[in-house]
């Protein structure tokens, strides 16, 4: 009777938390090796079964510790429920009170009530949602040399968030068990607790490894955040899975030896969870940073692979297992996100001549690739896609920032012996510039070099387009930052806030991109869409872009065209150029980057110091893996 009142988010949640409930009702396993949640006619050491299972040391808990298992898995499932139903009613809100904020800016030309900051969230942005776990260091790389790349740090709030995750996780996982009392029994309870917890991990897991996770729009929180989260969920799986196959190993052995058993491995249920183990620890091992940035391909593929050998084992393990329906159910959620891929690629590439890409080789190793879509979408700033290119990359896919897009309208002229008849179709064009790096962008540019005038046209496949939650309408005062490649990202917003002040349609008053390049013959790889933009009417009023060249070859190559296009050599003062555009802001101030590790974090912690001194917020696009 709720479901005209609660948003569909929020009824879908409470869906997957009831069915999780019900699951739990039963003991629960995890994919590890040997033992299963419980068996009636099983002696409480794990050895001697007269169980199904051939021998599989299925002990039997007691109705209460069976009992308090169901509740521990209830438990951590209704928390990861209510830890997303509280960050969707904060970004409702938050949204709310963007849009009338808004709405209320439009016509206020000095906006001076948005302009003050609230102390009490100024501080929480400042040393908890902004922060760094230590220092500035968030986004800069950890590399021990060029070849050997560790990652980055997490913020210090994703460090808080994922420290009290691992505690909890722990604490439950070592809770209740009578550690005084019988060794055996202690396993027992050890083996049914770790199993119970790592199957409730896998739901979130699974959930946020998807490129389609619906969490991502729902929350405001983007695909890198939850790829950070999607790691370390997996690595608490793991270790739950070895916890969970160790207690039952060190049971058996210790009741049959190795001999007893050796001859469990006949039964489905042990074989099962002891491929289920194995190929987890497989992931564990092959998944850190290092690997992970050096051969990532080989990575992706890999992973897929020892994931869907997993899923076989457990389901093994599990087949006579009461927890069964959340194992199909998890199977039946990823193969519907793949579904939903794959028919989103279908739809928007096939068909009306399909998708062309036509790749042009721009200075500084970098490349244009225009995208002219067999459909039409909507495309909004900051968004990206996954490009396929059969004849460059096989089946692989790689993702990219929209640089630009345009609707063109075209004609369909029929033939008739008695009328024609026109009609007026769009198509979208879609523009990346992508950079030089090894595998994929090093062939596609090595191919496109070699052609004639440096084009080529080829057949290609998109996927998308994701992300664009970040919208700067609301914003009087906007502040963009971009590093070489990362002006991909910032452009569209540019052409966005522009077109919307000249329309009287968004907050902003005041719009400056900062850009910074290593050579002034980087400037071409916006050059066309710069024009346009230089072209919008208001422009003048509003935008004012800041150049800054690293690695000039002369003086002669600065030159500021205009007052409000300023070329400068050198590395820009981002506690400058923030501390100018408060002097003079107008309304609430948005400070977005795209750029380099270190530029980020220059620009991350200049925003924090400042969090008592005006109402800044701070929008940072990443794509880690």
Known sequence: MFAGVLPPQLLLLGTLVGVVSGVGDGPAVQPGAGGAANATNATADGGNSTGSGGGGGRAQLSPVERAKNNEFYIYLEVAFGSLVAAVLVYYIVLNILRYVRQITSLHNPTQRYFAIPNDAFARLKQHVLYAPIVHKRHNRELRLSTAINCGTLPTRFQAIFLTVYVAVNL???????DWNGERKRALVQLRHRTGVLALANM??????????????????????????????FGRVVVVESVMHTGAYMTSKIESSGWAGFKQT???DLILGGSIGTIAFIAILFQSPSIIRHAFYETFLHAHIALVILAVVGLWMHLKELPQMPLLVGLVILWALERLFRVGRIVYRNIGHGGTRAVVQVLPGEALRVTLDLARPWTFRPGQHVYLYMPSIGMWTSHPFSVAWSEEQEIEMVGQGTVR???????????????????GFTDRLYSRAEKAKDGIINVRAFVEGPYGGVGMLHSYGTVLLFAGGIGITHQVPHVRDLVAGY???????????LVWVIQSPEHLEWIRPWMTTILALEGRRDILKIMLFVTRPRTTQEIRSPSET?????????INTLIDNEMQGQVGAMAVSVCGTGSLSDDVRQAVRRRQQHGNLDLFEEAFTW
């Open 203 to 232: 739901l979130p897991l699974f959930v946020m490894a998807g490129r389609n996770n619906p969490l991502i729009a729902w929350l405001g929180i983007s695909f890198d955040t939850f790829s950070l989260m999607h790691r370390w």
């Open 171 to 177: 604490l439950l996982c070592l809770v209740s068990i």
């Open 565 to 573: 296009v300023q070329m400068l050599p050198g590395r820009p003062d």
């Open 265 to 267: 491995m006949s039964s």
């Open 420 to 438: 024609k008849e026109i009609l007026d179709t769009s198509k979208t064009n879609l523009s990346l510039v992508i950079r030089r790096r090894t």
């Open 502 to 512: 000249g329309n009287a349609t968004v907050a902003a008053r005041r719009v400056v």
